[in-house]
């Protein structure tokens, strides 16, 4: 079984619909309204996976949105919320080796996407609302 076969079966199991595929370029995209999870891009790309989804425009006046950002992303479990990179739009990005990906890890990484958006989606997007 290819390292694409297996990430879709393991988002399949945990009960994601993939909402767009692309064998060729070997990734999928995965939405949860419910857990906030919205045109989540899981990309095989040996020897790493990728996990990215865009979060919000950013902010004008950044300065402090970018300091508060980064406070935040030392709270996360998984991942980080980082910038395109035009520095245009704040996005979630994780990172994990393929070889060794089981079910469970690939799951802790959705769900700290999930706990982050939980925690702070207000908070983000008054930033923007300015």
């Known amino acids: 079984m290819s390292d694409f076969e297996k990430v879709k079966d393991f988002i399949l199991d945990m009960g994601f619909a993939i909402s767009h595929e692309d064998p060729k370029e070997e990734l999928v995209v995965i939405n949860d309204d419910e857990r906030g999870i919205n045109n989540l891009v899981i990309d095989c ?12 425009p950013m902010p004008q006046d950044s300065s402090d949105f970018c300091k508060r950002i980064l406070q935040i992303n030392r709270t996360l479990v998984h991942g980080a919320f980082v910038l395109d990179e035009e520095g245009t739009t704040l996005l979630f990005r994780d990172t994990l080796q393929i070889e060794n990906l089981d079910r469970n890890e690939l799951e802790g990484s959705i769900d700290a996407l999930s706990l982050a958006l939980a925690e702070y989606a207000g908070e983000l997007v008054s930033f923007v609302r300015g």
């Open 45 to 56: 790309e040996a020897p790493i996976l990728i996990l990215e989804q865009v979060i919000i």
